[in-house]
T-cell receptor
Framework: QKEVEQNSGPLSVPEGAIASLNCTYS??????FFWYRQYSGKSPELIMS????GDKEDGRFTAQLNKASQYVSLLIRDSQPSDSATYLC????????????FGAGTRLAVHP | DGGITQSPKYLFRKEGQNVTLSCEQN?????MYWYRQDPGQGLRLIYY???????QKGDIAEGYSVSREKKESFPLTVTSAQKNPTAFYLC???????????FGPGTRLTVL
């Protein structure tokens, strides 16, 4: 059974701090990973995608991928109350299937 | 505007009824997906279609049916065989070049 694991949280951080969200995956052949943000009652929206080992930065967001450790993370710098949401990690299943496996999500709460 | 639309936003079903959820996209994406999300859980794949007139079962296809007669449209029918259909249903389409799935706004189905 291919899985993506996330700590459900809530992860509580003060405004202006760095929020660190983590995800592990079991499918060693997975090549593509995605972070989605989901506000309560809304659909997921893409934050970052990452395909190769290392860091990828986009504004306040940095995604990190370590394929040897099967670990993906998302860092949010200068966290704002508007960042409070559930963050879903997803990995593409290996083997030629165009399907994603989603983690259950980590709830982030940024307090003023 | 390019995007994915789902209708209706809210849907109420009586016991024993079949209901159909609409999903339309004008992004020219080949692949489309249906997910179900229950409170506090990640997304679970119901059905997906990689091309017109072809579709495959996902992890939780029992009690659901789909069709893909047009590239733009991928309706989902929730049949009376689905014993616990109350959930948030999300449709997505995949951008081939980036392997990224984009989501519609979702349909919230409640069984009365």
């Amino acid at each position: 059974q291919k899985e993506v694991e996330q700590n459900s949280g809530p992860l509580s951080v003060p405004e202006g701090a760095i929020a660190s969200l983590n995800c592990t995956y079991s499918d060693r052949g997975s090549q593509s990973f995605f972070w989605y943000r989901q506000y309560s009652g809304k659909s997921p929206e893409l934050i970052m995608s990452i395909y190769s080992n290392g860091d990828k930065e986009d504004g306040r967001f940095t995604a990190q991928l370590n394929k040897a450790s099967q670990y993906v993370s998302l860092l949010i710098r200068d966290s704002q109350p508007s960042d409070s949401a559930t963050y879903l990690c997803a990995g593409k299943i290996s083997g030629g299937y165009n399907k994603l496996i989603f983690g259950a999500g980590t709830r982030l709460a940024v307090h003023p | 505007d390019g995007g994915i639309t789902q209708s209706p936003k809210y849907l109420f079903r009586k016991e024993g009824q079949n209901v159909t959820l609409s999903c339309e996209q004008n992004l020219n994406h080949d692949a489309m997906y249906w997910y179900r999300q229950d409170p506090g859980q990640g997304l679970r794949l119901i059905y997906y279609s990689q091309i017109v007139n072809d579709f495959q079962k996902g992890d939780i296809a029992e009690g659901y049916s789909v069709s893909r007669e047009k590239k733009e449209s991928f309706p989902l029918t929730v049949t009376s065989a689905q014993k616990n259909p109350t959930a948030f249903y999300l449709c997505a389409s995949r951008q081939k070049i980036t392997d990224t799935q984009y989501f519609g706004p979702g349909t919230r189905l409640t069984v009365l």
